[in-house]
């Protein structure tokens, strides 16, 4: 489903052309879905979910000001009130 920028008609996708960085997120994301095919997270040790939870935070963190524009051309809001959405990172730090 195309997304289109509530700023303008022109579809999100136009601004954003795909890269070998996006085509490599989306292949490491199928391998680790493949690999963990049967896993069941509720009953995972909370180790091991931290390290998982600890390695997206810090990954929000190092892209926030990116991901902060995304959300702003996403949904029309001001890129202040969408930087404020970054702090999501504190929850996945929360282990």
Not at 21 to 36: E, G, I, K, P, S
Not at 38 to 58: F, M, R, T, V
């Amino acid at each position: 489903m195309e997304v289109a920028l509530p700023s303008s008609v022109l579809p999100f996708s136009a601004l954003l052309p795909l890269n070998a960085r996006f085509d490599c997120a989306v292949a490491a994301t199928r391998r680790a879905l493949n690999h963990n095919k049967g896993s069941d997270w509720p009953s995972a040790s909370g180790a091991y979910c931290a390290h998982y939870l600890h390695a997206i935070a810090a990954n929000v963190m190092e892209r926030k000001d990116h991901l902060a524009k995304l959300e702003s051309l996403d949904y029309g809001k001001p890129l202040n009130k969408a930087a404020w959405d970054m702090v999501l990172q504190f929850c996945f730090n929360f282990t």
